[in-house]
């Protein structure tokens, strides 16, 4: 005989199927991220492999949780809705408390950031690898300087842009010295400057970090109080949920007392 509701064990159904359906997205997220990033060039996957494997593994375990849970609505299986609901305690627990300090060191991300990459200028001066990584970024988002074309003192060859971009205006002309000037020499280089585009890749990253700690820590705190109401109808099947005792009593037929 089924111990819990049938309406309850649907709902939970449901909610384990969209369970899983928030799993795949997230793998699909972090497939399309490193997709995006291969295509802009290898560097960029440096430094973000770690984060696209944490992103691998929720979107597993995700999955992977909502079958258990499916599972033990269908089979009435206490000891697998005991692990649902610790898993989803776990799970909440630990997206809160990668979501809450992510949204709230955001702010500060930008100054520091800026800070370190002032110590990089004049950009010649820097050791290899930074001169190398700037003058990627340059190339391939079509930029010059981090926050201005002067953070070069000999601008290099990635800074310059072609005819048709000069065209379309996003260009500008520098002449850096006395001969340049005397001689009518210049160069057009790119107007924007590389460090929004870094910060827009940032800022991208936090994006998704935010989105999926708390879309994941609603879903399993959800998952949290029906796994609790179906665990209490199985160890407690002839007594009423809190939420099914709060309803009105029905209403009973009255009867005249007689007269003495």
């Known amino acids: ?10 709902i939970f159904t449901v909610f384990n199927i969209f369970f899983m359906i928030v799993g795949g997205v997230v793998i699909l997220l972090a497939l399309w991220c490193q997709f995006f990033m291969s295509i802009r060039g290898g560097h960029n996957l440096e430094g973000r492999t770690t984060q696209l494997f944490i992103l691998h593994i929720v ?10 849970g499916a599972y033990g609505a269908h089979k009435e299986s206490k000891v697998a809705l005991i692990m649902f609901l ?10 809160l408390m990668t979501g809450i300090p992510a949204a709230s060191s955001y702010p500060q991300v930008k100054s ?3 800070e370190t990459f002032r110590k990089f200028v004049p950009l010649d001066k820097s050791r290899k690898d930074v001169r190398n990584m700037a003058e990627d970024i340059q190339k391939q988002f079509h930029c010059c300087g981090l926050f201005s074309s002067k953070d070069w003192e000999n601008i290099p060859d990635s800074c310059v842009c072609s005819q048709e971009e000069e065209k379309e205006g996003k260009c500008q002309t520098l002449r850096k010295n006395l001969y340049q000037i005397l001689t ?58 809190i939420m099914i005792s709060m309803m009105p009593p029905k209403y009973k037929e009255l009867h005249n007392a007689p007269a003495c």
Do not use: W
């Open 59 to 68: 979107g597993v375990i995700t999955m992977m949780i909502a079958v258990l």
């Open 86 to 95: 610790v898993f989803m305690f776990t799970g909440c627990l630990l997206m």
């Open 1 to 10: 005989m089924a111990q819990i509701n049938i309406c309850l064990k649907r």
């Open 184 to 241: 009518r020499q210049r160069k057009s280089v790119y107007s924007k400057t590389c460090f929004p585009t870094i910060m827009d890749y940032i800022q991208f990253d936090y994006n998704i970090i935010l989105v999926v700690s708390f879309t994941v820590a609603i879903l399993a705190l959800l998952g949290m109080i029906l796994s609790s109401i179906m665990i209490h109808q199985l160890y407690y099947p002839n007594r009423p949920t």
């Open 112 to 114: 520091r950031m800026e």
